[in-house]
């Protein structure tokens, strides 16, 4: 774990050197949420894991304080299962949550394309991984899928699709989507760059519910066809 | 934001909202790793300042008005105070100053007219506004939409109980002086991929100007004619893994135009960040206005 420096009030944690950065970004992120909602770290608002990074962010002008960041670092370092202790994120354990998908989405073909499948294989391949939210961002609710658990079908080979060349004005809510090794599921209308799959009509974000997404960093998925 | 009349014996009703009106607080921290920007004021400070002279908490939500022109009619007699960027202040017509706490009665109306320099104008009542609040804030947050729409002519806002004691001062002092130096000063600590620029120190040398497309998401850097050269990247680091963004973080596209981000900034960004203003730079910078000139100290 390399410190990089983010001004006064924040500080980035990268993990780029290590085997599975985003699972050691996941893991530091969750150990530190979890001092942080145990009363630890009391000017820090905000650890937000990334895909090799972890951002701790302190109150606006409060300073953050990194003696007391090292000492909890320091304390949560032994391995733990991910995210005990954080109430917002699953543990490691926990049943995926299961998103229906109806598979007609307008890039299956050029999926299958670029990854050297036939349509079904994409499908079957997106169907029986089991995938983790390594991290959020982009819009509020949209969970980074990565694949957690290979199941019998070509991920490799769909993992090779990268982003699209263009991006969508507009994509709809609930839309399934692959590209550069992640699958996401947009919680709502935006723009976006990513291969379209198929769409669900799982309901990802709430703001009356707590925590407000159904995805949350950690939080094991899989998608079934409908 | 319209409210049944009766439920609220003190309210705002909106004649006029300027360019752009909003309710802010604080924000709404705590939910960055579930894709939430921080939001709240864009000069937090000038907010703070407002609510401690009405004695409110420092976070009780206020409006914040981006380049005057907001016009309001308040029902029951309220306690109210103009900060950030210094404007005209008008209650019934009659001229009251900025930066110091202002009673008006029920019936009257209050106006605030375009700033004198700045951008960002706060005013903050008694109280607070009461709009639903959304994740523990009643932002506007204009990248997520989040919270409560920006004000419209019409609406009818309540005014809340977070109230304190009385404050034991209602004028401030000396703070309301605006920012009118040629070269407004923004200072910047080293940021998590400045080695990813071939020179960082390019950032700090010669002068900015504000983009016209500056919004509360960002500022836009551009460079003034011949005057320096930009931020070029190395030819790896063009673009980085999706990664955590601080507050005032200044990142680096591919056009070398800086881009400072302010209070709805996105959670993760993908070009490097090669300097990240203090506090006290990111409520100056929100305050710069289109075409000022900027120039960065580490």
């Known amino acids: 774990m390399r410190e990089l420096p983010a001004g006064r009030d924040a500080l980035l944690l990268d993990f780029s050197d290590e085997d599975t950065p985003w699972r050691s970004a996941l893991d530091v992120a969750s150990r530190l949420r979890a001092a942080m909602t145990g009363g630890e770290l009391p000017t820090v608002t905000d650890v937000v894991p990334a895909e090799t990074t972890v951002l701790v962010q302190a109150v606006p002008g ?127 209308a935006s723009p976006g760059g990513w291969h379209l799959l198929g769409r669900s009509d799982i309901a990802l974000w709430d703001v009356d519910a707590q925590p407000p997404a159904v995805l949350t960093p950690g939080r094991l998925v899989r998608f079934e066809a409908t | 934001m319209t409210r049944p009349s009766g439920a609220h014996p003190q309210h705002l009703d909106v004649l006029a909202t300027g360019a752009l009106s909003t309710v802010q607080d604080l924000g709404r921290p705590g939910y960055a790793h579930l894709g939430v920007p921080l939001s709240g004021a ?48 008008l209650v019934d017509g009659r001229p009251t100053g900025p930066g110091a706490a202002f009673v008006v009665r029920d019936g009257q109306t209050v106006s605030l007219g375009t700033p004198t320099s700045q951008l960002r104008t706060y005013l903050a009542v008694r109280g607070g506004i009461d709009v639903p609040s959304v994740l523990g ?75 016209p497309s500056s919004n509360r998401v960002g500022v836009r850097l551009d460079r003034i004619d011949a005057d320096g050269a930009l931020p070029e990247t190395r030819s790896d680091g063009g673009t980085v893994a999706s990664e955590g963004v601080a507050l005032g973080s200044v990142q680096i596209p591919p056009s070398g135009q800086p881009v400072v981000f302010l209070a709805d900034h996105p959670v993760t960004g993908g070009y490097p960040v090669a300097a990240v203003l203090t506090a006290d730079s990111v409520d100056r910078a929100a305050q710069l206005v289109p075409g000022q000139r900027v120039r960065l100290h580490r």
């Open chain 1, 62 to 188: 409060r300073g953050l304080d990194h003696l007391g960041l090292h000492r909890t670092l320091r304390r949560t370092s032994t391995p733990s299962p991910i995210a005990a202790g954080d109430p917002d994120t699953a543990s490691a354990s926990d049943e995926p949550v299961v998103i229906g998908v109806r598979y007609d989405g307008p890039d299956l073909d050029a999926v299958a394309d670029l990854a050297g499948l036939d349509v079904d294989e994409v499908i079957a391949t997106h169907r029986e991984t089991i995938w983790r939210v390594a991290f959020m961002g982009f819009a509020p609710g949209f969970g980074y899928l990565v694949p957690d658990r290979p199941g019998p079908g070509r991920l490799d080979a769909l993992r090779s699709v990268p982003r699209r060349s263009e991006s969508r004005t507009s994509v709809p809510a609930g839309a399934v989507a692959v590209a550069a090794g992640y699958s996401a599921v947009y919680p709502r």
């Open chain 2, 137 to 211: 804030s009643r932002s506007t947050d204009t990248l997520s939409e989040l919270g409560p729409a920006p004000l419209a002519v019409g609406d009818r806002v309540a005014v809340g109980s977070e109230r304190d004691a009385w404050p034991s001062t209602t004028e401030a002092p000396g703070t309301m002086t605006s920012v009118t130096e040629d070269v407004v000063a923004l200072h910047a600590e080293p940021g998590p991929r400045a080695q990813a620029l071939i020179d960082p120190g390019v950032l700090y040398d010669g002068l900015w100007t504000v983009n």
């Open chain 2, 42 to 89: 864009a000069d937090r400070g000038a907010l703070r300042l407002a609510n401690r002279l009405v004695g409110n908490p420092e976070g009780a939500a206020g409006v914040e008005v981006t380049l005057g022109g907001l016009s309001v009619t308040v029902a029951g007699d309220l306690l109210m105070v103009v900060t950030g960027a210094p404007c005209a202040v």
